[in-house]
């Protein structure tokens, strides 16, 4: 246990500009942006909401209710970003280690290669996950209130209401609930990505992305000349998608092809985090995931077993 503790310290200390900086700074930009036409006035969304003044103060339990329910949405971009760095750290989990030759070094420590592979899936598929969540729900309290003063500037005073509004505290515990899900969603690209850096020589971006595009192109060359003129899409998600597209929040709507619309509350009043979040759990009984499970713990084992044996690159 102890052993696996450092492996984790060390992953993020390897990682800490990737892991905390990144996410810190992504969130601190998003904020200037948003705060810009709010100190200006007269654009995009602060015009927008400072421009109806009137309308609001006729209804503030509504608005407060509006911005408890949707206030959570402004932490799409950082998620989007999460996916992104989960993806490169996956590529160079174990690819670094041969480029440089450190593998020589921490082959000699007493921790094993399937405690070494395990750390980095940990890694990849929770610690980052969480860290992002954390920063991005205080990113978006963070905006949630930088229009709540704007508001209030105007005669607008929500905050009463919003503080007393149980989906201001309940939303970002909905969103940590949809973490097992997304762990077991993205293990089958996380177990692909580190595979490939296992045993890739060189370029390791394109070999990943590459090997998928080449299966999907042979097969529906394939599908073409045999006349079949099928519906590739599926295979195309199947491959494509899950070797891939997995360490994207949210994905798994995609997967199971449930739309984003189905979501809302009536009358525009926001979304409903609580259907969110119980519909992603339901999709914890497609047969989709657990073959992709299975797939990842088989790459998962391939991982440790080329770690013990490919020499430093």
Not at 179 to 194: C, D, E, N, Q, T
Not at 227 to 235: A, E, I, R, T, Y
Not at 297 to 311: C, I, K, S
Request: hydrophobic content about 60%; charged content about 15%; overall charge positive.
């Amino acid at each position: 246990m102890k052993a696996m503790i450092s492996l984790l310290k060390r992953e993020f200390w390897e990682h800490k500009g990737m892991f905390l900086w990144t996410p810190l700074c992504v969130a601190a930009a998003i904020i200037f942006v948003f705060i810009l036409p709010f100190l200006k006035g007269n654009a995009l969304f602060g015009a927008r909401i400072l421009g109806r003044v009137e309308e609001f103060k006729e209804d503030i339990p509504r608005v407060s209710e509006l911005l408890a329910n949707m206030y959570l949405l402004f932490s799409g971009p950082l998620l989007a970003v999460m996916g992104i760095i989960i993806f490169f750290y996956c590529l160079g989990a174990l690819f670094d280690d041969r480029r440089d030759r450190s593998i020589l070094f921490w082959k000699s420590l007493p921790a094993s290669d399937f405690q070494t592979v395990l750390s980095k899936l940990i890694t990849a598929s929770l610690i980052v996950p969480v860290i992002f969540i954390m920063c991005a729900i205080a990113m978006s309290f963070v905006m949630l209130m930088i229009v709540g003063i704007g508001l209030s500037s105007q005669g607008v005073y929500v905050f009463q209401d919003l503080f007393l509004n149980g989906k201001l505290y309940l939303a970002p515990l909905q969103l940590l609930g949809t973490l097992p899900v997304y762990i077991l969603w993205a293990l089958p690209s996380i177990g692909w990505l580190m595979l490939v850096s296992s045993w890739a020589h060189s370029r390791v971006f394109l070999w990943a992305v590459g090997i998928p595009l080449l299966l999907v192109f042979l097969v529906g060359m394939l599908d073409l000349l045999l006349g079949q003129n099928s519906d590739m899409k599926w295979f195309s998600d199947l491959i494509v998608g899950r070797a891939l597209g997995g360490v994207f929040p949210g994905v798994w709507l995609e997967f199971e092809h449930i739309p984003l619309a189905s979501f809302t509350r009536p009358a525009g009043a926001g979304v409903d985090f609580g259907k969110v979040l119980s519909v992603s759990w339901q999709t914890m009984l497609s047969l989709q995931l657990w073959l992709g499970v299975v797939a990842a713990a088989g790459m998962f084992y391939m991982t440790v077993r080329l770690r013990r044996w490919r020499e430093a690159a």
